[in-house]
T-cell receptor, first 113, second 113 residues
Framework: DQQVKQNSPSLSVQEGRISILNCDYTNSMFDYFLWYKKYPAEGPTFLIS?????DKNEDGRFTVFLNKSAKHLSLHIVPSQPGDSAVYFC????????????FGEGTQLTVNP | EAQVTQNPRYLITVTGKKLTVTCSQNMNHEYMSWYRQDPGLGLRQIYYSMNVEVTDKGDVPEGYKVSRKEKRNFPLILESPSPNQTSLYFC????????????FGPGTRLLVL
């Protein structure tokens, strides 16, 4: 039972354009959401997060949007750069054990020069 | 430098030969966790530990053991490895603060023949 789903295994965009990565979840108890980025031969690194009390969080070129009623979140990267090419994982946590994360399958983003 | 280290980075073994993957963090984090990454499945939690001598099963604990005798170390033990444990393994750690980001090690690629 995949509680966090990223339905697009891959996404390709042109440099300078917007990248939109999507994530859906089924567990209504999730109240904290994170995005991680992973380069080949490295471990995932934290990118941006959002609490369920917000619907938007912005950090430079990265913005995460949360739609609780739809159980959907998205990561926007504007403008996209070739160095953004990586696998992006959506993750969620619930309750007081904030460190226990449930991950999605990942989306491979390729930004073409 | 704050980091999570794993050893070995690559390992080829045969079915049934016990092995241990070590994990160490230098950030004095209470929380540590092991994940495996498989194609199309994302990152799945194997075991986690909230502090010394406190461990619990994650989503896919079968065939694995862990121990947390010291705060900085969290080894993953495969008593009798099988081919279905061929995977990419990540150790992670974080402080015990709600939503605090997890720091991941570089990964251990395991092949069980």
């Amino acid at each position: 039972d995949q509680q966090v789903k990223q339905n697009s295994p891959s996404l390709s965009v042109q440099e300078g354009r917007i990248s939109i990565l999507n994530c859906d979840y089924t567990n209504s108890m999730f109240d904290y959401f994170l995005w991680y980025k992973k380069y080949p031969a490295e471990g995932p690194t934290f990118l941006i997060s959002i609490s369920s009390i917000k619907d938007k969080n912005e950090d430079g070129r990265f913005t995460v949007f949360l739609n609780k009623s739809a159980k959907h979140l998205s990561l926007h990267i504007v403008p996209s750069q070739p160095g953004d090419s990586a696998v992006y994982f959506c993750a969620a946590s619930e309750g007081p054990s904030g460190s226990r994360l449930t991950f999605g399958e990942g989306t491979q983003l390729t930004v073409n020069p | 430098e704050a980091q999570v280290t794993q050893n070995p980075r690559y390992l080829i073994t045969v079915t049934g030969k016990k092995l241990t993957v070590t994990c160490s963090q230098n950030m004095n984090h209470e929380y540590m966790s092991w994940y495996r990454q498989d194609p199309g499945l994302g990152l799945r939690q194997i075991y986690y530990s909230m502090n010394v001598e406190v461990t619990d099963k994650g989503d896919v604990p079968e065939g694995y053991k862990v121990s947390r005798k010291e705060k900085r170390n969290f080894p993953l033990i495969l008593e009798s490895p099988s081919p279905n444990q061929t995977s990419l393994y990540f150790c992670a750690s974080s402080g015990w603060v709600r939503g605090e980001t997890q720091y991941f090690g570089p990964g251990t690629r395991l092949l069980v023949l």
